[in-house]
């Protein structure tokens, strides 16, 4: 009897075990199981509470603003932060205080330490549009989709169009400058190859000319148009870094008369090293001569237009078909601004359209920039330049190009003036490229980077390795200058 009883007993428990199990799996729903803590609040509640903590975090990064970011291996970064990813979700409070100390831990390439890259410092209308337009996440192939955004779009492009005086060009926001130059390449290459969009490129052997100093994007992006990187020809520049137009017109003259394919003659306008501008008159005079494309990589020098005493470094650049301007160097925008312009409209859709249904269902086509770019989803660039433009206005940054060259000369007289440091060339615009004698650059910036946080880039001119100072960010002084020589001074006669 006891037995029979200790049996029922056992068997109940098992059947209502058996019966939760089963209830449990029954009512499993991914979406439902707590692992993520958001789950049980409203969406609203949880951006407002991201929105505060956002402030909350950039106001004490700028309040920490001062400290020097010092340089720490890898190694040392995984130690002291939390970066790997988990199974498991965590709270945003968690979330936040894990970015916060990364973002400390993060080369600050705003203040006065930073002289390293083409970019540096902050726009505040810049800031303010790209900490609110995830907010709204627009994307930019269709009106339907960024309604006004579009416009706002088309207002900026309409702006550098008339700067450059494309009066009936069109324009493309793209995710930085290399991809500028491949846009404009790959229309340089239908225009000469029309049957590559169709069926690939049909054996003929094309040709790209660029200067020796251009951007490594060049030879990078013949590699992936199927011209091949072995089919740009690097010409010789002279002293100042500028191509030499009689050893352009060799190269193409020898090329014609092996039946290679000009594709097209690509200027710098502002050399990465250098800051040194091609001679765009002459080499548009031979893009006209030829009838081969002329295209312009103002990645750097294209803000140059704005600025009536400065512009005249592009003079002929109206007669390019294309030129590229990156806004996140000279014009302060945050990382990436980036547009590729057209001399002539059309051209964008003809090499770049595809009939997609399920995205690009309303008319007109203008107003679906979807059509006319490399991307799909995109965001909008253009915003945080509109609302830096319209907080400065041309004039704004006309002045604000006056400060980085007068910045750049200050650098200049202050290098003229000690016999220990050499002034490799003079500059044609914000690069300053000199050494101190009797030491290694790389030495010399490889120690203010460790004992001062100071970031200031190497290069080679020449076969000779020279310090590169980037006076791009106006809002330093003559005094943070000053300050920066003193601790060159320092670090040579530390390595020396
Ligand atoms: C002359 C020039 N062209 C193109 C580029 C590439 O621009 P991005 O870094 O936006 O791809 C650079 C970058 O420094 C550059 O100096």
Not at 38 to 48: H, K, L, S
Request: aromatic content about 6%; overall charge negative.
């Amino acid at each position: 009897m006891r037995l029979q009883l200790i049996l029922a007993l056992l068997l109940t428990l098992l059947i209502s075990g058996v019966q939760r199990v089963c209830a449990s799996v029954l009512s499993y729903s991914p979406m439902s199981k707590p692992t993520d803590p958001y789950q049980q609040r409203d969406e609203q509640q949880r951006i407002r509470e991201a929105v505060e903590t956002a402030r909350r975090l950039a106001l004490d990064l700028l309040d920490r603003d001062v400290e020097p970011c010092t340089s720490h291996s890898p190694e040392h970064h995984r130690k002291t932060l939390d970066i790997s990813l988990c199974q498991t979700g965590s709270s945003l409070a968690k979330v936040a205080d894990e970015l916060d100390r990364i973002l400390a831990a993060t080369p600050k390439t705003s203040g006065p330490l930073f002289f390293n890259q083409l970019f540096g410092g902050r726009d505040p209308a810049a800031v303010l549009t790209e900490m609110l337009s995830p907010l709204v996440n627009s994307s930019m192939y269709t009106y339907k989709v960024a309604g006004p955004q579009i416009l706002i779009e088309r207002e900026v492009i309409d702006r550098m169009l008339a700067k450059v005086g494309f009066d009936n060009g069109e324009g493309m926001f793209t995710p930085g400058g290399s991809l500028s130059n491949f846009s404009a390449m790959l229309l340089a290459r239908n225009a000469v190859a029309p049957e590559a969009r169709e069926q690939g490129l049909d054996g003929r052997r094309l040709r790209i000319y660029a200067s020796s100093d251009s951007h490594y994007s060049i030879t990078k992006n013949a590699g992936m148009l199927g011209i091949g990187r072995a089919n740009v020809r690097l010409i010789e520049v002279d002293r100042e870094g500028c191509m030499s137009v009689s050893a352009l017109r060799e190269a193409i003259e020898e090329d014609l008369a092996s039946d290679i394919v000009p594709v097209c003659i690509v200027a710098t306008a502002g050399t990465t090293v250098l800051g040194a501008f091609d001679p765009l008159e002459s080499l548009a005079d031979i893009a006209a001569e030829h009838r081969i494309w002329l295209h312009v990589d103002g990645a750097l020098g294209g803000s140059l237009l704005l600025s009536e005493e400065h512009r005249h470094l592009l003079a002929g650049c109206d007669r390019a078909d294309s030129l590229a301007w990156n806004p996140h160097k000279m014009m302060g925008m945050p990382l990436t601004c980036s547009v590729v312009l057209l001399r002539e409209s059309g051209l964008l859709a003809k090499s770049l359209d595809e009939s997609a249904e399920y995205l690009f269902q309303t008319a007109p086509d203008e107003l679906n920039p979807g059509r006319r770019s490399i991307q799909c989803g995109r965001r909008n660039d253009a915003l945080k330049l509109w609302a830096a433009w319209r907080l400065h206005g041309d004039d704004g940054y006309a002045n604000r190009i006056s400060q980085q060259f007068a910045l750049a000369q200050y650098a200049v007289s202050v290098i003229r003036a000690h016999p220990r440091l050499c002034l490799i060339r003079e500059p044609q615009s914000i690069n300053v490229c000199f050494d101190v004698v009797g030491t290694s650059a790389v030495d010399v910036c490889a120690w203010l980077e460790q004992e001062r946080a100071i970031r200031i880039g190497h290069a080679t001119v020449n076969g000779r390795t020279v310090i590169r100072l980037v006076c791009v960010n106006p809002d330093l002084s003559n005094t943070d200058l000053d300050a920066l020589f003193e601790a060159i001074h320092e670090a040579a006669d530390a390595v020396s």
